[in-house]
């Protein structure tokens, strides 16, 4: 158990990162505790060195998916659809993108991407309804691929689904933008982690 609990009058709850590991642990399949991990870190909920504080402290039992899983937020996974999509570039032994980086051109901020391949220029973002069902969430993220394509970047939108249902489709566009890739204006844009 925990040192400290907390108590709200007579409500008894634990901290985020507690609640999150225990909840890994309980949970009966990988992509699960994927979800919850990601979720918690992209939501702010957690961080991801309380999360592997929890982990060190924890009971070894059932903990491989979380360690697993705490291994991927780590490096930049943000959600349960970024790890298929990792999941698909490993399977595919596709070169390895930074997940979840900020671009800049100089000092000039462009965005936070999903996926980002440096040498190529690509960038892959996982567009899902629900972040991008409002108008101004959609407008958004249209004027975001607009800057990115206007600076000379491949910038492709892929949904959850698509990554479960058209697998071989993804990859072999993909494959397609990794081999066209590589302009001069691309090898401009400089990386740096996105915060979480």
């Known amino acids: 158990m925990p040192e400290r609990v907390c108590y709200d009058g007579a409500v008894q709850f634990t901290l985020p990162p507690r609640a999150v590991a225990d ?22 909920r957690c961080r991801v060195d309380g999360l592997g504080e929890e982990l060190r402290q924890g009971p070894i039992r059932n903990s491989a998916w979380l360690r697993r899983a705490l291994a991927e937020v780590a490096d930049g996974i ?7 999509l990792r999941d698909l570039i490993v399977t595919a032994r596709l070169p390895m993108p930074m997940f979840n980086v900020r671009l800049y051109l100089g000092h000039t901020f ?23 069902l409002s108008p101004e969430d959609w407008d958004y993220t249209l004027r975001r691929g607009r800057r990115l394509s206007a600076h000379g970047l491949i910038v492709l939108h892929v949904t959850p689904g698509q990554l479960r249902t058209q697998p071989t489709a993804v990859l072999a566009d993909l494959r397609h933008a990794l081999a066209a890739g590589g302009s001069q ?12």
């Open 110 to 132: 462009l965005a936070v991407v999903d996926a980002w391949w440096p040498g190529a220029g690509v960038v892959v973002e996982v567009d899902s309804r629900e972040w991008h």
């Open 23 to 44: 909840a890994a642990r309980e949970l009966a399949s990988f992509r699960d505790v994927r979800a919850v991990v990601a979720d918690a870190v992209q939501q702010g």
């Open 78 to 84: 943000r959600s349960a659809a970024e790890g298929d």
């Open 185 to 196: 204006a691309a090898r401009a844009i400089r990386a740096r982690p996105a915060t979480g």
